[in-house]
């Protein structure tokens, strides 16, 4: 190659590199900015004559893992994230908004019932016309004729994906329709009456997990969810050896010998915790009731992420990406939605990604 064209060449490598670390920025640039709180409307929704049965009443009980934020939004080129917040007591967020929304449809011989309210998020992807955005909410739907004992009329677990122009504007609307399903859900039939303060405490109980229990995880190598939700690691004698951006894990043998581990589910070390997703480990912290990609954590204690030392990287970008970049990936759990939107967090019931 002659001179010129070796100039011409590192030339437009070099402007390649600027515009892959533009969109991949290096680590001290990644910040969250400013939250954006989600205002629901105060306008009544429905008419009596569509719902499925006469209500007298609507009480929520709020138990969502995470209270303080609904999700998140990566603003830009930059990589920035936007947080999306109730602008209130998430408890009273949703307990204002059922009065307003439903209290027309109230009636003294209708049937009281109890939302018990798990997850309520929401998230987004894209810009203009091709923008998405997500909503999904999580719900138990208890009736009673005295408001003493309930029972249980149905459980839904609704996730709906909306497009086009400013569809990331269009979350308030999302949450709107999605409580409206709910409530024109037809119940199911078939459970035996329970107390108010029984359902409570058997929906509290699923947060009873010693991962979120215990104030701090243990050291170790966790082989599966299930070793990471009792917080009791398979392997407690290992080393991790760091180079750059790139990781090494090895098992401590009985006679001191170390075996390279190819695969697990987690690593904790010193207190700090990495989700291994094939030959990535990412950082994962507590918040709230779960754990969440520490990307989307304000102040978070740790930004890197690694590549398992050896993992084949594809190509110049891919080899400037490794150095640069935090590592995106997709929910696994919903995998009727094209696309799916980005996981912020690890579900603790399954340990699926989830939004």
């Keep these: 190659m002659s001179i010129k064209y070796s100039l011409i060449f590192a030339s437009l490598l070099t402007g390649f590199a600027q515009q892959v670390r533009a969109q991949y920025p290096s680590e001290d640039t990644i910040k969250t900015i400013n939250t954006n709180k989600i205002e629901l409307t105060k306008k009544p929704q ?105 029972k249980r009329l149905n459980t839904v677990d609704d996730i709906k994906m909306s497009s086009g122009m400013l569809a990331n504007f269009k979350h308030k609307t999302d949450i709107a329709e999605a409580l409206n399903r709910l409530l024109l859900k037809s119940p199911e039939t078939g459970e035996s009456f329970l107390t108010k303060a029984s359902i409570v405490t058997r929906h509290i109980r699923k947060r009873e997990i010693p991962a979120l229990m215990a104030a701090k995880l243990n050291d170790g190598v966790y082989m599966s969810f299930e070793e990471f939700r009792e917080n009791n690691p398979s392997i407690r004698t290992f080393e991790m050896e760091k180079h750059r951006r790139q990781l090494d894990v090895f098992k401590i043998m009985p006679d001191g010998k170390k075996e390279s581990l190819i695969s697990c589910w987690a690593i904790v070390k010193d207190g700090e915790a990495y989700r291994v997703v094939e030959d990535m480990f990412l950082p994962i912290e507590k918040q709230g009731y779960g754990y969440i990609f520490s990307d989307f954590i304000e102040n978070r204690k740790r930004r890197k992420s690694f590549r398992r030392r050896g993992a084949p990287v594809d190509g110049i970008a891919g080899s400037l990406i490794l150095s640069t970049a935090p590592f995106i990936v997709d929910t696994d759990n919903f995998r009727f939605l094209d696309p799916r939107p980005p996981a912020t967090a690890i579900d603790m019931e399954t340990g699926a990604f989830i939004f």
């Design 46 to 150: 429905l008419s009596a004559d569509k719902l499925p049965y006469k209500i007298s009443g609507i009480e929520v009980v709020c138990v969502v893992w995470d209270t303080a934020h609904m999700g998140y939004l990566r603003v830009g080129m930059e990589f920035a994230f936007q947080s999306y917040v109730p602008d209130r007591n998430m408890s009273s967020y949703l307990a204002d908004y059922i009065d307003k929304a439903y209290s027309h449809l109230y009636t003294p011989d209708g049937v009281k019932l109890l939302w018990v309210v798990e997850d309520l998020r929401v998230a987004a992807r894209g810009a203009g016309i091709m923008e998405k955005s997500y909503v999904r909410l999580k719900a138990t739907v208890y009736g009673s004729p005295d408001g003493m004992q309930y």
